[in-house]
């Protein structure tokens, strides 16, 4: 990106010089003025192209995706945003890998010298492949490690005192009864334990809820069976990058026949373990385990434009603003429909992009700090174009402080409320805090949902690299109160959220999506303009967790 220095320079001048303070108006009344006056138009303009059927879901690697991303990069230039790509273009290149097992390969048993048990591939376990395996063929020994927890501060070490180098752990989601804690269902966290403990293999199981066994591992295979993305550039350190040579999601019902085997009661140890009783032993049995993978490269592409900042001081300091371009594409029919439009995830988040970049062109002078705006790409493949970005920006003279992620932009009814996922921790806070204020709106510091969710999106890239983030998710307070906005999320999630029906023929409330475009506009101004020094709350979990840890 250096070529974009020169540019970059003689336009900041020409801010510089032009820029005039609107009279009698503070910057802040001045954004707040063009946040009054934005129309739902212009978003809903791009929302229908975005998630309109001729993009067919903005799969990655497809030329929808790139006519989408032409789309952006174009819209960014109407709104007189700065290429931030390669060759003074608005386009990073992400070179992909699609890993794909191949079936026929695949073989697995568990073998105790005096019975033995077959797993069926689809049926039985699915597999998360490792870029690094191109071929699988390993004999290992079984070890159980309960939940596979390691949490110092609650003095739980599933793994003390169990030897499980060169061994594949069989662990359970979840933790102990009476204790709460982010990683606990965090499967990321149970796959770095292993790493750390120097285990080869996992395999990992949801231990609750035998009624919907069947359809949590219909989702989960249906998931990783469609061809596995990761980053070519293997020095980068995606979501999913774990170092195991066999990683496998199995039902229980199968785990149940492997610990039978053993001479042991998954139901019994279940219970030990929810209780708070450590259960960790080796098994008498080996997994023998043997499959082939296929790689294919996928060409795709961050989109990325610049407003550059006017302060001598914080103009090297950059706010990212950024919202995932990519969706499901064409999946599985269901009821005659197999496009993933992905309206609400996350054409809506895109659209509200290009509303955000349009209003800031409206100002008559930039904020003090340079805006960042992005369309990643392999969001829905595990973060891969942000995680992309966050590790090779091409910034040198300057660094990212602070990120601000919009996904799903809102509920698909007006709130009275706002839930900006981060908000206790760090004081980006008041940049919310700012925009709730001039909109009339209630801050939720939905700490349930921020621990369920801020894993899940782009934000976290950000946050892995010790940059301050913030998820502004919608609130749950319904403005109509005869609505439970809880119940309708929780409704939609299960009805539409990765579904054909994420489309254009939902009910949704214009005034939700046009108050959280306005919501994140005025929270990004006053970050990039207002905010002195953006810094961590380091007494938080997120913060001891991704930021303390990663360094």
């Not at 005192?161 to 204790?179: F, R, S, Y």
């Amino acid at each position: 990106m250096s070529d974009l220095r020169f540019f970059y320079c003689i336009t900041l001048g020409l801010v510089l010089f032009t820029s005039r303070a609107v009279q009698g108006q503070s910057r802040e009344d001045e954004a707040i003025s063009v946040s009054d006056s934005m129309q739902y138009d212009y978003f809903a303009t791009h929302l229908r192209y975005l998630a309109s059927d001729a993009l067919k879901g903005r799969g990655v690697g497809t030329p929808e995706y790139e006519r989408a991303g032409n789309y952006l990069a174009s819209e960014f230039k109407k709104n007189e945003l700065l290429p931030f790509g390669a060759a003074n273009s608005y386009f990073q290149q992400v070179a992909l890998s699609e890993l794909s097992l191949q079936d026929e390969s695949f073989s697995l048993t568990i073998n105790n010298g005096s019975a033995v048990i077959n797993g069926k591939y689809g049926t039985d376990v699915s597999v998360v492949l490792n870029p690094n395996y191109q071929k699988v063929d390993t004999q290992q020994q079984l070890v159980f490690i309960g939940y596979g927890n390691i949490i110092p501060e609650q003095n739980i070490d599933d793994y003390d005192g169990v030897d499980v180098k060169g061994k594949t752990v069989i662990v359970a989601l979840g933790g102990p009864n009476g204790i709460k804690h982010p990683d606990f269902d965090d499967r990321n966290a149970k796959f770095k334990n292993a790493v750390l403990k120097g285990a080869s293999g996992l395999i990992l199981f949801y231990p609750k809820a035998s009624f919907f066994q069947n359809i949590i591992f219909k989702r989960v295979h249906a998931f990783l069976s469609e061809g596995m993305l990761t980053l070519s550039d293997t020095s980068v350190k995606s979501l999913v990058t774990v170092d195991l040579e066999v990683l496998l999601f199995a039902k229980k019902g199968w785990v149940r026949d492997l610990f039978r085997i053993n001479g042991l009661n998954l139901r019994r140890e279940l219970r030990n373990i929810a209780r708070g009783h450590r259960s960790s032993q080796r098994l008498t049995a080996t997994l023998g385990c043997s499959y082939t993978v296929q790689n294919k490269a996928i060409h795709s592409k961050n989109i990325i434009g610049v407003l550059p900042g006017t302060d001598p001081k914080l103009k090297n300091e950059y706010v990212v603003l950024g919202a995932h371009l990519d969706g499901l594409g064409i999946g599985e029919t269901v009821k005659g429909d197999s496009i993933y439009n992905g309206m609400l995830d996350n054409a809506s988040g895109v659209a509200a992009l290009l509303s955000i970049s349009k209003a800031f062109s409206e100002l008559s002078e930039p904020p003090k700090r340079a805006i960042l705006f992005i369309g990643y790409t392999a969001e829905e493949s595990g973060l891969l174009g942000s995680s992309y970005f966050a590790a090779k920006n091409g910034i040198i003279d300057g660094k990212i402080v602070a990120k601000i992620n919009i996904d799903m932009l809102a509920q698909t009814i007006e709130t009275k409320d706002m839930a900006p996922l981060g908000y206790a921790h760090s004081n980006l806070s008041e940049g919310a805090d700012f925009a709730a204020k001039n909109l009339n709106l209630k801050i939720d510091n939905n700490e349930a949902a921020e621990i369920r969710y801020i894993a899940r999106s782009d934000q976290l890239s950000f946050i892995k690299k010790g940059i301050p983030s913030l998820f502004i998710s919608a609130g749950f307070t319904a403005l109509d109160p005869k609505k439970d906005g809880e119940k309708v999320f929780a409704k939609w999630m299960k009805k539409r959220y990765d579904s054909p029906f994420d489309d254009l023929h939902q009910k949704y409330s214009e005034k939700a999506f046009l108050k959280a475009v306005k919501f994140n506009f005025l929270t990004v101004f006053y970050i990039a303009n207002t905010l002195e020094k953006i810094e961590w709350n380091t007494n938080g979990w997120l913060y001891k967790k991704y930021v303390q840890t990663e360094r």
